[in-house]
């Protein structure tokens, strides 16, 4: 009875000196089961916890804690799980348990309490907590005191980006892309009329689960919008994109036509591969070739608007410091140049990720955990101004937070962009988000740029075609870039930065091409035309205005900037060869009768003296000049007009030169 009573008043003076109770089983004498349970649980948990699989090792220890509630090192590793999982309450709750318990524990403790702290934007605490850290130190988690100095830092930053927030809104896009589960990544075409991205869902391919993180595998999802401007709900893109492993968005082409995606390659590298919409279907993924894929993985992805050059993103041991960003540009033989590092003015010794090039060609975006973070990853932007890289500007607050901050992409005008977050009051712990950048919209500072987009059709069945559309930068007389339309679809879209002259040319075999000269001068604003192109198959009677043939003003030589576009005549006719044509040149009103039809015969011939020099038998060719006989504004519609600008236009269109099918 004496021993009873003692033991209790020991119990009674344990309870009192301290609340933590250690895993100890002389603290559990009468439930030594139990404690041999609860024991092999936390073993197990720590496990998983000290490799990072927080799901795992949550499921252990909240076991361990139904039977031993008390004790503070378990109930601050509980709330490290949840707040690694995105249960930001649940992981504040038991950590504020886990202090109750023994303020004296592990120093990484106080810096998963500092790091809440920064999440919530309260700076000056998180400073105090994460200097508190490093005096008590860690021996649970030591890397992590490396970086105090860095968070301390990133605080910093926040207090002052919170100080100037920028005018935007931001909005969840809404449970017809977002759900319960996790979506991110999310790719847009360049218009905003369709968008990709990554989701975990029962309906993933295969309807696979990954161990590590207890959570389905990930699968890529897509939407378009429909006439109101809403987004239809999401659906799986299926095979072949998605497979029965994991499947990512990481980047899209500018008309929604490649798709780039990361998922493990044959010798479990995480790399990029691309996919090509051929019709309503998706070809089977490609990886990209080297020197895009090396033996490193490569996370991220992103065309530029020529379609010729690939941003990307390695963690290949020759960058600067962790994952960087390089770029490849492809030659005119359709190989891949060196990978090249775009140098330290973007790249830290930190990662860098989630690469997105904006449709105008020189804005970059991309996320980094650089020391101009306010916490993990934020957003930056950096110009490209005679071929160097500003400084990266961080996009401010509130697109940027505390937490991570990726996968930012823009739309064409400017107006819109799309990202992740992980903001309370969501569908799900991740979700999609949509920035309305308020100033731009007010002061119609739009990126300057012209986005052409419409359908090509046969001009008499009106069927969708699939046809080649080159861009040419007529002052430089070279290709910019090739498309080709949507076979099921026709639609097309290109991008056009301003400060060029551009010649367009869309062609298919059997059919005249259409030929378009759009000249957008460095000062033009943001615009978006919708074009629509018949194509005439090759019949005698149909013509074509080669709107890119250019003469020196009252002179009949032809222009160097011409030759791209007669060369597609050259073409035409070596496909043809039994065709005939007539080259016929046009003047406006503005001259003598007799001197303008003796300039466009004169313009005629040269273009068929160009012809021949290529190699066309002159007896296929007829030379034509036409004068100011047949006008396509007449000059009593043009004395309508009330700006020189509109009338100089119209003479302009006037002044034209036609390839014309005389016998086929």
């Given at each position: 009875m004496k021993f009873i009573t003692g033991l209790l008043l020991i119990l009674s003076s344990y309870s009192l000196t301290s609340q933590n109770v250690e895993f100890d089983k002389k603290n559990f004498p009468s439930n030594k089961d139990g404690f041999k349970t609860a024991l092999n649980e936390l073993n197990t948990g720590n496990f998983h916890y000290m490799n990072h699989v927080y799901s795992q090792a949550l499921s252990s220890f909240e076991k361990a804690q139904n039977f031993n509630p008390k004790n503070a090192e378990l109930n601050a590793k509980i709330a490290d799980c949840y707040f690694r999982t995105g249960e930001t309450e649940k992981a504040k709750t038991q950590l504020e348990e886990a202090f109750k318990l023994d303020a004296s524990i592990d120093g990484y403790f106080t810096y998963l309490k500092a790091q809440m702290a920064q999440a919530e934007n309260k700076f000056d605490e998180a400073i105090k907590l994460y200097r508190a850290s490093k005096t008590k130190g860690s021996s649970i988690r030591p890397e992590a005191m490396t970086s105090v100095d860095k968070k301390i830092k990133e605080c910093?930053?926040?207090?002052?980006?919170?100080?100037?927030?920028?005018?935007?809104?931001?909005?969840?896009?809404?449970?017809?892309?977002?759900t319960p589960n996790q979506e991110y990544v999310p790719v847009i075409t360049a218009d905003e009329s369709e968008i990709f991205f990554t989701s975990r869902r029962s309906d993933t391919e295969g309807g696979g689960r990954d161990a590590q993180i207890d959570d389905y595998f990930e699968d890529i999802y897509y939407s378009s919008k429909n006439e109101k401007g809403e987004w239809h709900p999401a659906v799986n893109l299926g095979k072949p994109v998605n497979d029965i492993s994991h499947d990512a968005t990481v980047g899209l082409s500018i008309d929604g036509q490649k798709l780039f995606i990361y998922r493990d390659n044959k010798k479990g590298i995480g790399n990029i591969y691309v996919t090509e919409k051929k019709g309503n279907e998706w070809t089977t993924p490609v990886e990209l070739p080297e020197p895009i894929t090396s033996k490193s993985q490569e996370t991220s992805a992103s065309y530029d608007y020529t379609g010729k050059t690939i941003y990307f993103v390695s963690a290949r041991p020759e960058g600067k410091g962790g994952k960087d960003i390089y770029k490849s540009t492809q030659n005119k033989d359709g190989k891949w140049g060196d990978a090249e590092n775009l140098g330290a003015i973007i790249n830290t010794e930190f990662d860098e990720d989630a690469v997105f090039l904006h449709p105008d060609g020189k804005t970059l975006y991309f996320s980094s955990n650089?020391?101009?973070?306010?916490?993990?990853?934020?957003?930056?932007?950096?110009?490209?101004?005679?071929?160097?890289?500003?400084?990266?500007?961080?996009?401010?607050?509130?697109?940027?937070?505390?937490?991570?901050?990726?996968?930012?992409?823009?739309?064409?005008?400017?107006?819109?962009?799309?990202?992740?977050?992980?903001?309370?009051?969501?569908?799900?712990?991740k979700d999609i988000y949509k920035i309305i950048f308020l100033d731009e919209i007010k002061n119609n500072s739009r990126p300057k740029l012209t986005l052409l987009k419409g359908v090509v059709f046969d001009n008499k069945t009106k069927k969708p075609l699939s046809a080649l559309i080159e861009i040419f930068d007529n002052d430089k007389n070279e290709l910019v870039s090739s498309y080709e339309s949507n076979s099921a679809t026709g639609k097309y879209m290109v991008s056009l930065p301003a400060g060029h002259d551009y010649g367009i040319s869309v062609k298919k075999e059997g059919y005249l091409f259409y030929s378009e000269n759009i000249n957008i001068p460095d000062t033009a604003a943001f615009q978006?035309?919708?074009?629509?192109?018949?194509?005439?198959?090759?019949?005698?009677?149909?013509?074509?205005?080669?709107?890119?043939?250019?003469?020196?003003?009252?002179?009949?030589?032809?222009?160097?900037?011409?030759?791209?576009?007669?060369?597609?005549?050259?073409?035409?006719?070596?496909?043809?060869?039994?065709?005939?044509?007539?080259?016929?040149?046009h003047s406006d009103s503005r001259g003598?009768?007799?001197?303008?039809?003796?300039?466009?015969?004169?313009?005629?011939?040269?273009?068929?003296?160009?012809?021949?020099?290529?190699?066309?038998?002159?007896?296929?060719?007829t030379a034509k000049g036409y004068g100011e006989s047949m006008p396509i504004i007449s000059d009593a519609d043009i004395n309508k007009m009330t700006t020189e600008k509109e009338k100089e236009d119209a003479y302009q269109q006037n002044r034209r030169t036609e390839f014309k099918i005389l016998e086929n």
């Open positions: 910093g930053v926040g207090k002052k980006l919170i100080e100037t927030p920028i005018n935007v809104e931001i909005v969840n896009v809404g449970n017809a892309i977002n650089g020391n101009n973070s306010m916490g993990g990853f934020d957003i930056f932007k950096s110009t490209l101004e005679k071929g160097k890289w500003s400084k990266p500007i961080n996009l401010g607050y509130p697109i940027n937070s505390s937490g991570d901050d990726v996968a930012f992409v823009l739309s064409a005008n400017g107006e819109h962009g799309y990202y992740t977050s992980e903001k309370t009051g969501g569908e799900g712990k978006e035309i919708e074009k629509n192109i018949g194509l005439d198959k090759i019949e005698a009677g149909k013509k074509v205005i080669l709107a890119n043939i250019f003469y020196d003003y009252n002179k009949s030589s032809l222009r160097q900037s011409s030759f791209n576009e007669l060369d597609k005549v050259v073409e035409l006719l070596n496909q043809n060869k039994n065709t005939r044509v007539e080259l016929g040149a003598s009768d007799a001197y303008n039809l003796k300039l466009s015969q004169d313009r005629a011939q040269s273009c068929v003296d160009y012809l021949t020099s290529k190699g066309i038998d002159k007896s296929r060719l």
